[in-house]
């Protein structure tokens, strides 16, 4: 949870340490089409994204994988470990017969943008919320 508020925008909605985060992860935990990911680096998180793999009706019955929360500690960032991150989850997509890997990521997250782009992601839809 650490990394998730280890940012301008994290550390708006986050809160390591609220017990809500561990009933959510049981949740998780215990769902086959959830899938969190942990970098570690000699016994240290220092990366974490969350895959979720949604069967459709669309595209001839596509399963597609969503891509949630990447984040690497900022110490770590520039070395690859995004993007070999990212690299196993479309291989790992690929494994469970996703026919495609989508992600949103913020508005204001202009490096994450061009992270994604020189990893062939397009953006070719808008995203939109509604809070409740």
């Not at 793999?53 to 596509?62: I, K, Q, Y």
């Not at 989850?89 to 994604?116: K, M, N, P, W």
Request: hydrophobic letters at 40%; aromatic letters at 6%.
């Amino acid at each position: 949870m650490g990394l998730l508020a280890a940012d301008p925008i994290g550390e708006q909605r986050e809160r390591p340490g609220d017990p809500a985060y561990l009933a959510a992860f049981d949740e998780l935990d215990a769902d086959p089409r959830q899938l969190l990911v942990v970098a570690d680096r000699n016994g240290e998180v220092v990366g974490t994204m969350q895959l979720t793999f949604t069967p459709g009706l669309s595209r001839l019955g596509m399963t597609r994988t969503t891509v949630e929360a990447v984040r690497v500690r900022s110490d770590q960032r520039g070395n690859g470990l995004g993007q070999r991150l990212l690299e196993w989850a479309i291989e790992e997509s690929r494994a469970r017969g996703c026919g495609l890997v989508q992600l949103t990521t913020d508005g204001r997250r202009a490096d994450a943008h061009r992270f994604y782009e020189r990893l062939g992601f397009t953006p070719s839809h808008v995203g939109m919320k509604l809070a409740l």
